[in-house]
């Protein structure tokens, strides 16, 4: 069964730091196109930042230059690295792998910024 697993979520002040993991199990991870997304209460889900099977990076212009996405593919795992975070991160932050016709999805980890 397809795993996909995020961690590193929690709770941080106003111009912290934090660092997400998602690691993926039985697919081929390098094949994927990996994504983060997040959904903040009452509002759509959206995209965060994506990285590609080749490395290729894209961000939402609210997290650019202070987000920064990479993968390891050894270890079938994606990163986001989240600096200066601001009260407006706060949400669910989600995993997505994607390939083809494969579309897989984690559980989520909170992030919330607050004072």
Same mark, same amino acid.
Request: glycine residues 10%; charged residues 20%.
């Given at each position: 069964?397809?795993?996909?697993?995020e961690?590193g979520?929690?709770?941080?002040?106003?111009?912290?730091?934090?660092?997400l993991?998602?690691? #993926?199990?039985?697919?081929?991870?390098?094949?994927?196109n990996?994504?983060?997304?997040?959904?903040?209460?009452?509002?759509?889900?959206e995209?965060v #930042?994506?990285?590609?099977?080749?490395?290729?990076?894209?961000?939402?212009?609210?997290v650019?230059g202070?987000?920064?996405i990479?993968?390891?593919? #050894?270890?079938?795992?994606m990163?986001?690295?989240?600096?200066?975070?601001k009260?407006?991160?706060?949400a669910?932050?989600?995993?997505? #792998?994607?390939?083809?016709?494969s579309?897989?999805?984690g559980?989520?980890?909170?992030?919330?910024?607050?004072?």
């Amino acid at each position: 069964q397809v795993q996909v697993v995020e961690s590193g979520g929690g709770l941080v002040q106003p111009g912290g730091s934090l660092r997400l993991s998602c690691r #993926a199990s039985r697919i081929f991870f390098i094949n994927y196109n990996m994504a983060w997304y997040r959904q903040a209460p009452g509002k759509q889900r959206e995209l965060v #930042a994506g990285i590609s099977s080749g490395g290729s990076t894209d961000y939402a212009d609210s997290v650019k230059g202070r987000f920064t996405i990479s993968r390891d593919n #050894a270890e079938q795992t994606m990163y986001l690295q989240m600096n200066s975070l601001k009260p407006e991160d706060t949400a669910v932050y989600y995993c997505n #792998a994607r390939f083809k016709n494969s579309d897989y999805w984690g559980q989520g980890t909170q992030v919330t910024v607050s004072s």
